[in-house]
């Protein structure tokens, strides 16, 4: 399961709508493949060695399951659904994410516990 920790994202109580927000990092409505690769941390240099195929295969993966429509892109709408039935986001064992700088990672992770 990839929900992250509530404290991380500053969250009391999860809210699917807020997640959701958080990790459309452009504010377009949609998560699209970089935003899906960003919010599993693939941007980051510690993902340097992932496969361009693993990256694929991640990317299908999020797609097939939450992409009802096939567009190519998540839409709020798409992602309620899928968290409404009980589902969450894989967990692809590629680590715990990277959404902010390196550094703020670093406060997040190891202090704000």
């Avoid at 960003?38 to 295969?57: I, L």
């Avoid at 692809?92 to 190891?110: A, K, N, Q, R, S």
Wanted: proline share 4%.
């Amino acid at each position: 399961m990839l929900i992250w920790k509530l404290e991380e994202h500053h969250i009391g109580n999860f809210d699917p709508g807020a997640f959701f927000s958080l990790h459309d990092y452009d504010s377009s409505g949609f998560w699209d493949r970089s935003e899906i690769l960003k919010t599993y941390g693939m941007g980051d240099p510690s993902a340097k060695a992932v496969t361009n195929e693993k990256k694929d295969e991640l990317v299908k993966e999020v797609f097939r399951l939450i992409d009802v429509n096939g567009d190519q892109i998540i839409e709020q709408d798409e992602f309620m659904t899928f968290y409404g039935r009980g589902q969450v986001l894989p967990d692809f064992g590629l680590g715990p994410g990277h959404h902010w700088d390196m550094e703020m990672e670093y406060e997040i992770h190891h202090w704000e516990k």
